[in-house]
């Protein structure tokens, strides 16, 4: 069995993962649950995670458990309150301590981000991936894209994030392909995906971004009438949808050094849109930069002075 000093924590609204991680940042074992947010009432919160990592905990003591993610919003373990943009990424001192029942567990979980200018937006869990980039490139500025069910786009300066905004573009792909009249005609396993008919959907769509509903459904008419295949109806859907979200996000694209941290094939797609545009985008793992996000907020809480450059300052030193 793994021996963690502490334990990392991104509970999302699907799945939920953990790492027993060593002092210097390293990974000792990694484990993952389907019991994200969604499923779960603030009792359910502990006995999950003592399902997933009750045999990391020591016999006696307390072990930190730095949490990011959903188990902070309204109606999950504890409301852990949103800090006001522009900010550094994290906080340590603003995080919340749920009481557990068991004593072995020192539990913080970090507040999200909210922005009132220049449009109302959220995110929880996404700025302790900006975290973990900036604890690589601290001088870094520019934007970062984070794709996903809720795509971010992020400006970041002088370490901080100035501002950010959110595109549901993943859960309308989702939602057009099982509950709309594409439902039996869309199918992204298709042995005809097609990535020039995505990047030329990406294009189109940028162009006259408000034919939007229009090309929606000339999939349909595409796919009953000139015999469109499911794997390359997919490409035109998912490339449309892209194209509608890069249109709106152009101001923090544009002329922007720009990174993308998320899973690969839904990054790569991202990337090949911005391509088509003359863009240049960088790479990097979401969970990855998950990790390295909840090492710097571990610092922070163990009371390393260095950690300010990410966290914004310290909080109480951790057992």
């Given at each position: ?69 959903m188990a902070g919003a ?195 797609l991202y990337a090949a ?41 310290v909080g109480p030193k951790?057992?």
């Amino acid at each position: 069995m793994p021996n963690p000093d502490w334990i990392g924590v991104d509970w999302g609204t699907t799945n939920l993962r953990a790492w027993g991680m060593c002092r210097t940042g390293g990974v000792l074992a990694e484990a993952t649950s389907n019991q994200g947010m969604a499923k779960l009432g603030p009792e359910a919160y502990e006995p999950v995670l003592l399902d997933l990592v009750g045999n990391w905990l020591p016999e006696t003591g307390r072990i930190p458990v730095v949490v990011c993610g959903m188990a902070g919003a309204k109606g999950a373990w504890q409301m852990s309150p949103y800090r006001e943009a522009p900010c550094p990424p994290l906080l340590a001192s603003q995080s919340v301590q749920p009481l557990t029942v068991d004593e072995r567990l020192q539990v913080s979980i970090l507040p999200g981000i909210r922005q009132s200018r220049p449009d109302v937006d959220l995110m929880r869990g996404e700025e302790t991936q900006v975290a973990g980039y900036l604890s690589m490139v601290p001088d870094f500025d520019g934007v970062i894209c984070l794709p996903g069910t809720h795509s971010k786009w992020v400006h970041v300066s002088a370490g901080e994030i100035v501002s950010f905004r959110t595109f549901m573009t993943g859960e309308i792909y989702d939602l057009v392909k099982r509950e709309s009249v594409l439902r039996d005609l869309v199918d992204e396993n298709g042995g005809d995906w097609d990535p020039v008919e995505f990047q030329n959907a990406v294009e189109t769509q940028i162009a006259r971004p408000e034919l939007l509903m229009a090309r929606l459904f000339s999939i349909r008419a595409a796919a009953l009438v000139s015999n469109l295949g499911p794997g390359r109806a997919a490409a035109r859907l998912s490339g449309t949808l892209v194209g509608a979200e890069l249109a709106g996000a152009r101001p923090y694209w544009l002329g922007r050094d720009l990174i993308l941290i998320g899973e690969k094939r839904l990054s790569n797609l991202y990337a090949a849109g911005l391509r088509r545009l003359g863009q240049t985008p960088r790479f990097q793992d979401s969970a990855a930069m998950t990790i390295a996000g909840l090492a710097e907020a571990n610092r922070g809480f163990a009371g390393d002075p260095e950690s300010a450059r990410v966290t914004g300052g310290v909080g109480p030193k951790a057992a």
